[in-house]
């Protein structure tokens, strides 16, 4: 057993699962121990899922009877991964837009909790995953850790933001990074990086092994299948897989929801042809 929080994507694919069916889905996962759930996103794109009668109401309704405090998360821009890829002036504009966006999203998010009070908001994520092209320019770095400053410091619950190691830089330089951007009203939230397996093993366990322990760890419940350059597709960890993941002293996120037993026949893991979203 373990307690802590669980990630949810939400997708198109999701949009007919009823309250019934939610309330299974959750109950079962807090059997399993998950005590928060954090939404990835509000708004995928174009693809929004704050309206109060959307794609999401049948979660949030089942959320609400069941009492689980939430993490929202803000704007997340499909591309984001090709735009951050670019030079330091071109990327400090878009980082600046998508945190707007994120504020834009939030403002959507507050209307909702108005109108489902009983709601309980934990804090708020945003979807811009850090890697170590974040970490080369340590005027980059400087520019970037006075922004999420400054965002978290407007905002009045507390502010997550993920990160993962894909090793162009080394190890020590990585975590120091990551000191930096640390702070106690932006939790910093670390890939574990089994599911992507974007570097060696013995470089994540690297890295694993030198993370501090204040700092929470996303257990990756999937393992990619697709190649670069393909629709993203996954599956999720056999019962062996599982019982080989290797205990740590980090708080422990779960990616995702979908990927647990608890949702195992109700979220699909394959998307539809008419949804656009893929993980």
């Given at each position: 057993?373990?307690a802590?929080?669980?990630?949810?994507q939400?997708?198109?694919?999701?949009?007919?699962?009823?309250?019934?069916?939610?309330?299974q889905?959750?109950?079962?996962?807090?059997?399993?121990?998950?005590?928060e759930?954090?939404?990835?996103?509000?708004?995928?794109?174009?693809?929004?899922?704050f309206?109060p009668?959307g794609?999401s109401a049948?979660l949030?309704?089942?959320?609400q009877?069941?009492?689980i405090?939430?993490?929202?998360g803000?704007?997340?821009?499909?591309?984001?991964?090709k735009?951050?890829?670019?030079?330091?002036?071109?990327?400090?504009a878009?980082?600046?837009?998508?945190?707007?966006?994120?504020?834009?999203?939030?403002?959507?998010?507050?209307?909702?909790?108005?109108?489902?009070?009983?709601?309980?908001?934990k804090?708020?994520?945003?979807?811009?995953?850090?890697?170590?092209?974040?970490f080369?320019?340590?005027?980059y770095?400087?520019?970037?850790?006075?922004e999420?400053?400054?965002?978290?410091?407007?905002?009045?619950?507390?502010?997550a933001i993920?990160?993962?190691?894909n090793?162009?830089v080394?190890v020590?330089?990585?975590?120091e990074s990551?000191?930096q951007?640390?702070?106690?009203?932006?939790?910093?939230?670390?890939?574990?990086?089994?599911g992507?397996a974007?570097?060696s093993?013995?470089?994540?366990?690297?890295?694993?092994?030198?993370?501090p322990?204040t700092?929470?760890?996303?257990?990756?419940?999937?393992?990619?299948?697709s190649?670069?350059?393909?629709?993203?597709?996954?599956?999720a960890?056999?019962e062996?897989?599982k019982?080989?993941?290797a205990?740590?002293?980090?708080?422990?996120?779960?990616?995702?929801?979908?990927?647990?037993?608890?949702a195992?026949g109700?979220?699909?893991?394959?998307?539809?042809?008419?949804?656009?979203?893929?993980p």
């Amino acid at each position: 057993m373990w307690a802590g929080i669980v990630f949810y994507q939400p997708l198109l694919r999701d949009k007919n699962v009823s309250t019934e069916q939610w309330l299974q889905i959750l109950s079962a996962a807090q059997q399993q121990g998950m005590t928060e759930l954090a939404l990835q996103w509000g708004q995928h794109g174009e693809v929004s899922f704050f309206d109060p009668q959307g794609p999401s109401a049948a979660l949030f309704s089942a959320l609400q009877q069941l009492k689980i405090p939430l993490w929202l998360g803000l704007y997340a821009d499909p591309a984001y991964f090709k735009k951050i890829d670019s030079a330091e002036a071109q990327k400090q504009a878009y980082f600046k837009q998508q945190m707007l966006l994120s504020l834009q999203v939030r403002r959507h998010w507050l209307s909702l909790l108005k109108q489902q009070p009983l709601l309980q908001l934990k804090g708020w994520y945003l979807p811009m995953e850090l890697n170590d092209t974040d970490f080369v320019s340590a005027s980059y770095l400087t520019w970037l850790i006075r922004e999420l400053k400054g965002l978290s410091e407007v905002l009045d619950k507390p502010v997550a933001i993920s990160l993962y190691f894909n090793g162009k830089v080394p190890v020590r330089n990585w975590l120091e990074s990551a000191r930096q951007l640390q702070s106690d009203r932006l939790q910093l939230w670390v890939q574990d990086g089994a599911g992507a397996a974007l570097v060696s093993e013995p470089k994540r366990q690297e890295l694993l092994q030198q993370l501090p322990c204040t700092i929470p760890l996303i257990r990756e419940q999937f393992r990619q299948s697709s190649k670069p350059g393909e629709v993203f597709q996954a599956r999720a960890l056999t019962e062996a897989e599982k019982q080989t993941q290797a205990d740590s002293c980090h708080p422990v996120i779960y990616f995702e929801l979908r990927y647990m037993s608890a949702a195992a026949g109700k979220l699909p893991l394959t998307d539809p042809q008419e949804s656009v979203i893929t993980p």
